[in-house]
């Protein structure tokens, strides 16, 4: 009897175009709202930003989860309310943990705007285990020259966060998770790594897995049969995955086991009980549909 097919489903994103700027949204989605512990896979840009203009995502809050942003081109301006003040360059991964509540912002400084600058990058966010939901906020950066990679055949490899290949990454991880960038050569193969789930997002080129195409700005997602990857023509894509994610809920910038737990992440927002971040506390991103936002308080969670 035939096995499954290496790929299991093919995701095409939600797109949404900012004015010259494109975000690609593969997950979540109707129908697959988690790929292991992830829960959102954006892929924004390569955007061309003219002088006067860049992005200005003011102040927001998150529960229950991590992100990572991560640069393929560009920069962006980090701020939260823990204090952390630090630009965002291609190759590094800064790993923001959310826990019990955290504020941050992303923006373009004066200097670079006032040039003009190119963007293009990836931003994911995972879910904490239910155990670590609650945790102190944290923020983690981990240079570009600290990621480990190596040379497999034609394919260079970068272990973003977990183990593959042989290398291990140094990001902190909170569950079994992987996060892998490969850059291919036409013709090269990769041999896919283990793990409960696993997705495939090419941001540039054209590949296969187990010969069906993979195509360019969609996440398939793997079945254990699941192979090989082949460059059809130059190719860089981003492998994640891990360990199966229970039930979560997932509502604006919050991701709980507990429902009544964004309910009240929500209500606390929308009551400023988040702190502010330090110089930027000015503005901020009421919740969906607030008819009357009110300016933050600043006060401690």
Same mark, same amino acid.
């Given at each position: ?24 949204? *593969?997950?979540?989605? =109707? ?7 992830? =829960? ?16 200005? =995502? ?11 942003? /991560? ?15 630090? $630009? ?28 003009? /600058?190119?963007?293009?990058? $990836? ?73 409960? @789930?696993?997705?495939? /997002? ?55 086991? #507990? ?7 929500? @209500?606390?927002?929308? #009551? ?10 000015? @503005? ?12 933050? *308080?600043?006060?401690?969670?």
């Amino acid at each position: 009897m035939a096995g499954e097919p290496s790929i299991l489903k093919s995701i095409s994103p939600h797109i949404k175009d900012l004015g010259g700027f494109s975000v690609r949204r *593969s997950i979540p989605q =109707v129908g697959m709202k988690s790929i292991g512990p992830w =829960v959102f896979f954006d892929h924004f840009g390569p955007a061309n930003f003219p002088s006067g203009e860049g992005i200005n =995502v003011r102040p927001h809050p998150h529960i229950g989860l991590a992100t990572v942003s /991560y640069l393929f081109e560009g920069e962006i301006y980090h701020r939260d309310s823990l204090g952390s003040d630090i $630009l965002i360059h291609p190759g590094a991964i800064n790993l923001m943990v959310a826990g019990r509540g955290i504020t941050h912002s992303e923006r373009t400084r004066k200097e670079l705007r006032a040039k003009g /600058y190119k963007l293009h990058g $990836l931003q994911l966010w995972h879910a904490l285990p239910e155990k670590d939901e609650e945790i102190a906020p944290a923020f983690y950066h981990t240079p570009a020259n600290d990621i480990p990679e190596t040379r497999i055949d034609n394919v260079k490899v970068r272990v973003m966060m977990g183990s593959a290949y042989g290398l291990t990454s140094p990001v902190k991880t909170f569950s079994s998770i992987l996060y892998v960038e490969a850059d291919m050569e036409a013709g090269s193969e990769l041999e896919i790594p283990k793990a409960d @789930e696993v997705g495939v /997002y090419v941001v540039k080129g054209q590949a296969l897995i187990d010969g069906q195409d993979s195509p360019i700005f969609t996440m398939s997602v793997l079945s254990s049969e699941a192979r090989i990857i082949t460059a059809k023509t130059k190719v860089r894509l981003a492998i994640i995955g891990g360990a199966t994610l229970g039930k979560r809920y997932i509502d604006w910038n919050f991701v709980s086991s #507990r429902k009544e737990r964004i309910e009240k992440a929500k @209500e606390d927002w929308k #009551r400023g009980r988040f702190q502010t971040i330090p110089g930027d506390s000015e @503005e901020f991103i009421p919740l969906p549909n607030e008819t009357n936002p009110r300016k933050p *308080s600043g006060r401690n969670l």
